[in-house]
């Protein structure tokens, strides 16, 4: 399962954002725009993300993207306690913020909570009906809970949205596998390593 979602346009949109305000916050801002473009380095991405926090000079969306790539960092050292707190953070300053939401869902998905990992994908698609990677997240904690037909549901829309999703296709077809539709699932797959060949599909391909 994917542990963010930070797009170029989300980063970029965080950068606009947390740069605009570099001559009235001084060294604070200085942290922000660290916050917003260190990659690879979650430690210190949290020490920059947490000293602009702590500065008290941002508020409202500003401040929500603090919180919110604070979360994925968390997120992305495992710590999904603490990224899920920053989540909501976040969306008590920005409740229309789709990514917040979708990103707290993963964190719940890790945590092996699919019923909260949906609501909250629940809320994303909502705010973003277009959006091909909540239906896909939202399918995989279906199939989790073994509800196959709602999961195949949500990977019909994914890949409507976005035809040659190779997560999406093969999502699917390892979908139709356990529900024993083997024929269309190899043909899911075999779609999916057309988009993207790895030896992981190749195996459900096999099977």
Same mark, same amino acid.
């Given at each position: 399962m994917?542990?963010?979602?930070t797009t170029?346009?989300?980063?970029?949109?965080a950068a606009?954002?947390?740069?605009?305000?570099a001559a009235v916050?001084?060294?604070? /801002?200085?942290? +922000? &725009?660290?916050?917003?473009? @260190? /990659?690879?380095?979650?430690?210190?991405a949290?020490?920059?993300? /947490?000293?602009a926090?702590e +500065?008290q000079? !941002?508020?409202?969306?500003?401040?929500a993207?603090? #919180?919110?790539n604070?979360?994925? &960092?968390?997120?992305?050292?495992?710590?999904? =306690?603490?990224?899920?707190?920053?989540?909501?953070a976040a969306?008590?300053?920005?409740p229309?913020?789709?990514? /917040? !939401?979708?990103?707290r869902?993963?964190?719940?998905a $890790?945590?092996?909570?699919? =019923?909260?990992?949906i609501?909250?994908?629940? @809320?994303?698609? &909502?705010?973003?009906?277009?959006?091909?990677?909540? #239906?896909?997240g939202?399918?995989?904690?279906w199939?989790v809970?073994g =509800?196959?037909?709602?999961?195949?549901a949500?990977?019909d829309t994914?890949?409507?949205f976005d035809?040659k999703? +190779? +997560?999406?296709?093969?999502?699917r077809?390892r979908?139709r !596998?356990?529900g024993? =539709? !083997?024929?269309?699932?190899?043909?899911?797959?075999?779609q999916?390593?057309?988009s993207e060949p $790895? &030896? #992981?599909?190749?195996?459900?391909? #096999?099977?």
């Amino acid at each position: 399962m994917t542990n963010s979602r930070t797009t170029y346009a989300a980063a970029l949109t965080a950068a606009i954002l947390l740069g605009a305000a570099a001559a009235v916050h001084g060294q604070s /801002t200085t942290d +922000s &725009e660290r916050c917003a473009s @260190i /990659t690879g380095n979650p430690d210190l991405a949290i020490q920059h993300c /947490t000293r602009a926090i702590e +500065s008290q000079k !941002f508020s409202g969306e500003l401040l929500a993207r603090l #919180y919110f790539n604070r979360g994925v &960092e968390w997120a992305a050292k495992g710590d999904f =306690d603490r990224a899920i707190a920053d989540y909501d953070a976040a969306i008590k300053l920005q409740p229309r913020a789709a990514d /917040t !939401f979708y990103n707290r869902g993963n964190a719940w998905a $890790n945590k092996g909570d699919p =019923d909260r990992a949906i609501a909250d994908y629940d @809320i994303a698609i &909502e705010l973003d009906p277009k959006d091909p990677v909540a #239906y896909g997240g939202r399918a995989v904690e279906w199939a989790v809970k073994g =509800d196959y037909a709602r999961a195949i549901a949500d990977y019909d829309t994914a890949i409507k949205f976005d035809p040659k999703s +190779s +997560s999406a296709l093969l999502g699917r077809g390892r979908t139709r !596998f356990y529900g024993g =539709d !083997f024929q269309r699932s190899a043909h899911d797959l075999e779609q999916a390593m057309k988009s993207e060949p $790895n &030896e #992981y599909t190749a195996l459900w391909l #096999y099977l």
